[in-house]
């Protein structure tokens, strides 16, 4: 019987994959299918997702066109047949004996979710793995719980990779990604419908995937996607709806984390988008007070003070709030040919750096010196 089933989304990873491709297929769990998608992969993806098939049966590769994260997942979960999913993006890695452990506590706990903590890594200059202890503040380590009455755990970080989910909860409750284009927060909605949904869930203290955040083409670095939280946003509302008793005990908690989500959104978008988020954020959250849906418990005081100052002021916060970056700039404009000047100055400034460590006299230089440097660092 398979017990858990890894959903691989793969795209243009050629450059990481083998780590991660050797991190699943040793798993000290030998009971697992590995369901890689190549999301129409430019690169040599494919071919080394089919290099790792010819030699593990285990390893099922789907070949399709480009269409994003959600689609791919989709596609994942309708050809898993495990008893639990888990999910590794494929510029990650996992300690050997992550799936072992994650289902032990599954069928020990008999859960319908099993989160652990997890590391961030980076690659350069040296390898570097660090404790992200995420769950810490929920005091519910080695615990079974209803997410339900326990909310505060809706507000934990998605990092949905760092658990496993009984497939069969997945299905009762129809719970999908988002197929919007690229790879744009889809974790968000699905999170969220994952606590709504679980009656039994079980949290570990212990870390197991290592998460990657020096891959410089990971789309959560792109600023260009502005509304694409509004999309998740409007899919667990769209889930609430068709479940009336999971919106009667949730409603309340998913507007508040909404603007928490938001709030990040608007922060991190560039100064041209910023206002177009805000009028956004100004009629949901109107919405919401006018439905009944906005309650001061369910927000920090901070919190409260600035949804209600964007659905009454929505002028005045942008003005006070969101306009720090075009200080001595007459416009947008402005400030987006200086911000230009800047990137193409950094762009020569690299080139300049890239060339002079290429250059052949850098080399011969820095191989005198090689065994001077050696003794050095042996004396210190």
Same mark, same amino acid.
């Given at each position: 019987m398979i017990k858990v089933s890894i959903l691989m989304p793969a795209c243009n990873v050629e450059k990481f994959l083998r780590e991660c491709m050797d991190s699943v297929v040793g798993q000290t769990l030998k009971d697992i299918e590995i369901i890689c998608i190549d999301d129409g992969s430019?690169? $040599?993806?494919?071919?080394?997702?089919?290099?790792?098939?010819? *030699?593990?049966?285990?390893?099922?590769? #789907?070949?399709?066109?480009? $269409?994003?994260?959600?689609?791919?997942?989709?596609?994942?979960? *309708?050809?898993?047949?495990?008893?639990? #999913?888990?999910?590794?993006?494929?510029?990650?890695?996992?300690?050997?004996?992550?799936f072992e452990r994650l289902y032990e506590v599954a069928k020990r706990t008999d859960a319908d979710v099993v989160k652990s903590n997890y590391y961030t890594y980076v690659s350069e200059p040296e390898p570097k793995s660090e404790l992200m202890e995420v769950l810490k503040n929920y005091n519910l380590y080695d615990k079974v719980f209803n997410p339900s009455t326990e909310q505060e755990i809706f507000r934990v970080r998605p990092c949905i990779w760092s658990g496993i989910y009984r497939r069969e909860m997945l299905i009762k409750n129809n719970i999908w990604f988002t197929e919007t284009p690229g790879a744009s927060y889809q974790d968000t909605s699905f999170a969220f419908k994952v606590w709504a949904s679980a009656e039994r869930a079980c949290l570990v203290k212990e870390p197991y995937l290592h998460y990657r955040t020096d891959n410089a083409n990971s789309s959560v670095k792109s600023a260009a996607k502005v509304f694409c939280l509004c999309d998740e946003y409007r899919s667990t509302e769209k889930f609430l709806d068709e479940n009336p008793d999971k919106k009667e005990k949730l409603q309340k908690?998913?507007?508040?984390?909404?603007?928490?989500?938001?709030?990040?959104?608007?922060?991190?978008?560039?100064?041209?988008?910023?206002?177009?988020?805000?009028?956004?954020?100004?009629?949901?959250?109107?919405?919401?007070?006018?439905?009944?849906?906005?309650?001061?418990?369910y927000f920090t005081d901070y919190a409260w003070k600035n949804v209600k100052w964007i659905i009454d002021d929505m002028e005045g916060y942008y003005a006070s709030c969101c306009r720090a970056e075009m200080k001595g700039y007459d416009s947008i404009r402005d400030m987006k040919e200086a911000i230009e000047k800047k990137n193409k100055k950094i762009k020569r400034l690299e080139k300049k750096i890239s060339d002079i460590e290429n250059s052949t006299s850098l080399k011969v230089g820095h191989a005198i010196t090689y065994i001077p440097r050696k003794i050095k660092k042996a004396l210190r």
């Open positions: 430019k690169d $040599s993806t494919g071919d080394i997702l089919d290099d790792y098939a010819e *030699q593990d049966e285990r390893v099922k590769v #789907i070949h399709k066109p480009n $269409s994003g994260y959600g689609h791919s997942m989709n596609v994942g979960l *309708q050809h898993a047949t495990g008893e639990y #999913i888990g999910i590794i993006e494929t510029d990650d890695f996992a300690d050997l004996d992550m908690l998913e507007i508040s984390l909404k603007y928490e989500s938001y709030r990040w959104n608007l922060q991190r978008l560039t100064q041209e988008f910023k206002y177009a988020f805000l009028v956004q954020m100004h009629k949901e959250f109107k919405d919401a007070k006018e439905q009944g849906f906005l309650d001061k418990k």
